[in-house]
């Protein structure tokens, strides 16, 4: 069996992480041009207390097309695709869900959940639901289905607090909540309004890639900006804490 450290390792040569700073959303770390949230983050409601990409995922490039495929496709591609994701996220949490409890406010999560997908039906099959409750390790005992997709008919990609409901009423708990892409964000911050309704204590979100287009304004010369190799060490919170540094 590859260790999460062999099966993330190939990672290193296409995750970029994101860096805060100006003319870079302070919610979602999408590049904006000027300062302050980014559109989609200020036409959503902010329900998440913090939210830490692991990685940029630029469209058309790698790890865009893994999210993608890991959970479209049948077969071998994305059994293979779903363990190397998985190495990801345990090998991301290992090193930084402490930085992603304290920037929510809370020293540990008690539950950790997923985004269920827009879809009633592929989510009963989402292998996303397989990474954090069976694959990775630092997850699963605190795994639980908490949200469903409503039966409400909601425009798919818009912030709507009647998106999800939770299967069961909560206790003030902090819960992680787990995603694999950001895109506008209004799935997740539906996804976070639904637990909160609930009774959820602070809600605090990792996602794997942040949806991002290279050929938008200078995204390009931006992305290229970043730090490579992928440092584990390092999380975008992280280099919150070093404002101003280079
Ligand atoms: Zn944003
Ligand atoms: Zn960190």
């Not at 865009?64 to 190495?87: F, I, Q, S």
């Not at 809370?106 to 009633?120: A, I, K, N, Y």
């Not at 794997?208 to 992305?223: A, E, T």
Request: glycine share 8%.
């Amino acid at each position: 069996m590859p260790t999460v450290r062999e099966l993330s390792a190939p990672y290193e040569n296409y995750m970029l992480v994101p860096r805060p700073g100006p003319g870079v959303c302070p919610v979602c770390f999408t590049f904006t041009t000027g300062l302050g949230v980014c559109r989609a983050c200020a036409s959503a409601e902010q329900w998440a207390d913090a939210v830490v990409p692991i990685s940029y995922s630029i469209a058309g490039e790698q790890l865009n097309h893994e999210l993608w495929r890991y959970k479209r496709l049948r077969g071998d591609v994305p059994r293979r695709l779903t363990m190397r994701l998985a190495a990801v996220l345990w090998r991301f949490l290992d090193g930084h869900e402490t930085c992603v409890a304290a920037a929510a406010g809370t020293s540990e999560f008690e539950l950790v959940t997923t985004v269920p997908s827009g879809d009633r039906e592929r989510d009963e099959t989402h292998p996303l639901r397989r990474i954090v409750g069976e694959l990775v390790g630092l997850t699963w005992l605190r795994h639980e289905r908490l949200l469903m997709r409503s039966d409400r008919p909601v425009p798919g990609r818009e912030f709507n607090t009647d998106k999800y409901v939770a299967k069961r009423r909560l206790d003030g708990e902090p819960v992680l909540l787990i995603d694999d892409t950001w895109t506008t964000g209004a799935n997740v911050q539906s996804a976070a309004a639904a637990l909160k309704a609930a009774g959820a204590g602070v809600v605090g979100v990792v996602v794997i890639g942040r949806h991002i287009k290279r050929d938008w304004q200078d995204n390009d010369r931006r992305l290229r900006a970043l730090a490579r190799p992928f440092d584990w060490d390092r999380c975008a919170l992280e280099l919150a804490g070093k404002a101003g540094s280079p």
